[in-house]
């Protein structure tokens, strides 16, 4: 079984990619449809707002970013935050299901904008499903 990651700006690599599942809150901008580069899109495993303005130092009022430049969360703090939404009934079933269709040899990559994976949820979707031995 195998989990991968990429950026969703990396192009297809059909021998390599299996599955391309993208885990963003909201659809990317500028992506038509009919030209999406992915073949799903499970926002169940996207970080909440919250936790993404927290973490980019932002504030909202309603759906409109009204600070930004604050004192951003630690990249700890985020991580730990994450995996507890992610141990969540919503969270746990949308890992169960990759973990399931991963273990049933199928290929998954999931998609997300971050450079750095090592900063980025993708990055700790994978290391969830290998932590649970689902994702190997």
């Known amino acids: 079984m195998t989990v991968r990651t990429a950026r969703l700006s990396e192009p297809p690599d059909p021998a390599r990619d299996g599955t391309r599942v993208l885990i963003t809150r909201y659809r990317p901008r500028g992506v038509a449809k009919g030209a999406e580069t992915w073949d799903a899109w499970d926002r169940r495993l996207a970080p909440p707002v919250e936790l993404l303005d927290a973490f980019f130092g932002r504030k909202r009022e309603g759906r409109k970013v009204v600070a ?4 951003p969360i630690a990249w700890a703090e985020f991580r730990e935050r994450y995996r507890a ?3 969540e009934a919503e969270g ?3 890992l169960d299901e990759l973990a399931k269709r ?6 998954i990559t999931v998609l997300c904008h971050c450079e750095d994976e090592t900063r980025c949820h993708r990055g700790l979707v994978r290391e969830l499903l290998e932590e649970s031995g689902r994702g190997k």
């Not at 930004?68 to 004192?71: H, I, N, V």
């Not at 991963?102 to 290929?107: L, W």
């Open 102 to 107: 991963s273990a049933a040899g199928e290929t």
């Open 85 to 87: 939404v992610m141990a």
């Open 68 to 71: 930004r430049d604050l004192d």
């Open 92 to 94: 746990r079933a949308a």
